[in-house]
T-cell receptor
Framework: DAGVIQSPRHEVTEMGQEVTLRCKPI?????LFWYRQTMMRGLELLIY????????DSGMPEDRFSAKMPNASFSTLKIQPSEPRDSAVYFC??????????FGSGTRLTVV | KNEVEQSPQNLTAQEGEFITINCSYS?????LHWLQQHPGGGIVSLFM???GKKKHGRLIATINIQEKHSSLHITASHPRDSAVYIC????????????FGKGTHLIIQP
């Protein structure tokens, strides 16, 4: 298995633009997580899905953030409109209930 | 919400030294994870444990559920062990997300 695949690896965008981050989890993993990492706050859970259903989105910072998982092999995290304070590394991870997590390589987002 | 504290925040040691990184948490958990992150790199899961001790190569992880404490040990440390080590806990059963410590920045000097 190629692991959790995230795209793009790097994204630079102007403030106000829409940003879409993509994630392909490991086949057979039934849970998918979106995390954000910043220098100030470290790693934080944004939202997670279980069997494609959003379970907890309390970590999503604002209504500008939205996430979808239309099927078991694909998820998106969208920011619209983006702001400079959204600049961070966004990680996607997947897991089975009783196994460890596998993280993607992350998307480094810079909003200027 | 679980609070996860790691110590030390920064650690510099000489090659070959025995390294210990500590993690404590405030609320009962179903599992604890140790993660490794190299500068500019992705996150790798080293261990997931809910009791006792696990060993993989030169890495050893222990957990004491009663004391709400875990340690990560590195024997015969090497410069390639230089990374940020992150403790993370899963509070409930099922598929709850992780709560993370701030990480320990480890530098092993040759």
């Amino acid at each position: 298995d190629a692991g959790v695949i995230q795209s793009p690896r790097h994204e630079v965008t102007e403030m106000g633009q829409e940003v879409t981050l993509r994630c392909k989890p490991i086949s057979g993993h039934n849970s998918l997580f979106w995390y954000r990492q910043t220098m100030m706050r470290g790693l934080e859970l944004l939202i997670y899905f279980n069997n494609n259903v959003p379970i907890d989105d309390s970590g999503m910072p604002e209504d500008r953030f939205s996430a979808k998982m239309p099927n078991a092999s694909f998820s998106t995290l969208k920011i619209q409109p983006s702001e400079p304070r959204d600049s961070a590394v966004y990680f996607c991870a997947s897991s089975n209930t009783n196994y460890g997590y596998t993280f993607g390589s992350g998307t480094r987002l810079t909003v200027v | 919400k679980n609070e996860v504290e790691q110590s030390p925040q920064n650690l510099t040691a000489q090659e070959g030294e025995f390294i210990t990184i500590n993690c404590s948490y405030s609320v009962g958990i179903s599992a604890l994870h140790w993660l490794q992150q190299h500068p500019g790199g992705g996150i790798v899961s080293l261990f997931m444990l809910s009791s006792g001790k696990k060993k993989h190569g030169r890495l050893i992880a222990t957990i004491n559920i009663q004391e709400k404490h875990s340690s990560l040990h590195i024997t015969a440390s090497h410069p390639r062990d230089s990374a940020v080590y992150i403790c993370a806990v899963k509070s409930g059963g099922g598929a709850d997300g992780l709560t993370f410590g701030k990480g320990t920045h480890l530098i092993i000097q040759p």
